[in-house]
């Protein structure tokens, strides 16, 4: 069994900025990529940012030069610093990671339970 528990959302003005936390726990021989999703009310939910177990990192365009993806392996956890935020980021963001969870099966991806980060104008 894998979980995964975000925190750091909230409510936040234009312009300010928040730290988003994932740890990832229970049956874990080793993780793969880690991401951050977002989806907005009545919209799909989309890809805001991942990073590999190398490090290497991809954003999507609208978060690009403002979000910093990081992850600590030695703590399981991966990172969403969020900058200059915007009306247009808020959404409920969900913490996603790719687990090998037992030795000789194949790697299965995990999903936080969500968290919410409200932008004001």
């Known amino acids: 069994q894998v979980q995964l528990v975000e925190s750091g959302g909230g409510l936040v003005q234009a312009g300010g900025s928040l730290t988003l936390s994932c740890a990832v726990s229970?049956?874990?021989?080793?993780?793969?990529?880690m991401g951050w999703y977002r989806q907005a009310p009545g919209k799909q939910r989309e890809l805001v940012a991942s990073?590999?177990?190398?490090?290497?990192?991809n954003y999507a365009d609208s978060v690009e030069g403002r979000f910093t993806i990081s992850r600590d392996n030695a703590k399981n956890t991966v990172y969403l610093q969020m900058n200059s935020l915007e009306p247009e980021d808020t959404g409920v963001y969900y913490c996603?990671?790719?687990?090998?969870?037992?030795?000789?099966?194949?790697?299965?991806?995990?999903w936080g339970q969500g968290t919410q980060v409200t932008v004001s104008s």
């Open positions: 996603n990671a790719n687990v090998r969870w037992r030795v000789g099966y194949i790697p299965r991806d995990y």
């Open positions: 229970g049956s874990i021989i080793d993780i793969n990529a």
């Open positions: 990073i590999t177990d190398g490090s290497g990192t």
